[in-house]
């Protein structure tokens, strides 16, 4: 599965969080896959796509973060996905 995090960075401290990145890394489990991500211009957010088939290594990874930034989580298809499956539909 695929899972679009939102990530509000806590007092809105980019530097905490590249520190820890720089430091320990993505302190991801195994069997959670980091796809790509986005940071808005501020430095204030993160979008990430994470791919994995149980979201307890999802939620273990969150644990790892969460004294730094805010979670939102949205289980996410691609779009080619959808469409494939409207247009059986339509």
Same mark, same amino acid.
């Not at 520190?19 to 980091?34: A, F, I, S, T």
């Not at 994470?50 to 990874?61: A, F, G, K, N, S």
């Given at each position: ?23 320990? /890394?993505?302190?991801? &489990?195994? /069997? ?9 211009? /501020? ?31 949205? &289980?996410?298809? &691609? ?12």
């Amino acid at each position: 599965m695929l899972f679009m995090v939102i990530e509000h960075f806590k007092n809105k401290d980019a530097k905490a969080i590249y520190r820890r990145l720089r430091d320990q /890394g993505r302190m991801q &489990p195994e /069997g959670l896959k980091y796809v790509s991500s986005w940071i808005d211009a /501020g430095l204030t957010r993160c979008w990430q796509v994470m791919e994995c088939d149980d979201v307890r290594l999802l939620q273990q990874w969150i644990a790892c973060w969460s004294d730094l930034t805010e979670f939102e989580i949205v &289980p996410v298809v &691609p779009s080619q996905d959808v469409q494939a499956l409207m247009q059986a539909v339509l």
